[in-house]
């Protein structure tokens, strides 16, 4: 049996925590959970006694430690593959990859003016790049429900990890109050009704942390 260990941050705020540990909790592979409060004096001494990268996530079994979320989806499609992580179908699965990738490394005025923070709500306040990758995500979510969706509510069907990387952005367009498309009010709507969603939520809740932009 697997023993894994995800070191994550805050869970209010902590995005790139919620992407690997939703993507666990989906599958159903069980792993020990160590969070590691944001912001604090000895937050980067916390998280530098499990990684020299000083960043949350961290996935680690025995000696091997991964510290990037989609270095760690990867890790464990190869490590569980009968839990599907990536899409079945080769074309399906490129592209899945290819949107993980573009989320792992754009919307960086997305991220700047929506930070992740589940327990509030603030009207929208996005200038013209902010908007431009509201509507490229949007273009996204419909492109992969139109072509690969059938099968179920997720951008290829069933859950898969390119959801995972989605997952935080579907709490910023409620956080925020983000007018949606109804494909994509949809899709938020089904990943912020996954069980999973629901418990980090109500961890997030429980938290007393108040971090200040």
């Known amino acids: 049996m697997a023993d894994l ?8 705020y902590s995005s790139w925590s919620l992407r690997p540990w939703i993507a666990l909790k989906v599958a159903g592979i069980p792993f020990k959970e160590v969070v590691i409060r944001l912001r604090q ?11 020299a990268a000083g960043k949350v996530p961290i996935l680690k079994e025995g000696d091997l430690t991964i510290w990037d979320s989609l ?9 569980f593959p009968g839990a599907n992580l990536w899409p ?13 990738a573009e ?21 929208l306040q996005a200038d013209e790049a902010a908007q431009g990758d509201i509507d490229r995500m949007q273009e996204i979510w419909k492109d992969c ?11 290829f069907g069933p859950f898969t990890a390119a959801d995972a990387m989605f997952a935080p952005v579907a709490t910023r367009m409620r956080t925020y109050g983000v007018s949606l498309d109804p494909v ?25 942390d108040v971090i200040v932009a």
């Open 5 to 12: 260990t995800l070191v994550i941050g805050t869970k209010n």
């Open 41 to 51: 004096p000895d937050t980067q001494a916390q998280i530098l006694k499990h990684s």
């Open 71 to 79: 270095a760690i989806l990867e890790y464990l499609s190869d490590r």
């Open 88 to 100: 079945a179908d080769l074309r399906a699965r490129a592209i899945a990859r290819a949107v993980s």
């Open 103 to 123: 989320m792992h490394s754009g919307f960086g005025p997305l991220r700047q003016q929506l930070p992740m923070d589940i327990r509030s709500r603030f009207p």
């Open 145 to 155: 429900r139109g072509r690969f969706g059938a099968g179920g509510k997720f951008l």
């Open 184 to 208: 994509s009010g949809a899709y938020c709507e089904a990943i912020l009704g996954l069980p999973a969603m629901r418990e980090w939520e109500a961890s997030a809740a429980a938290e007393k």
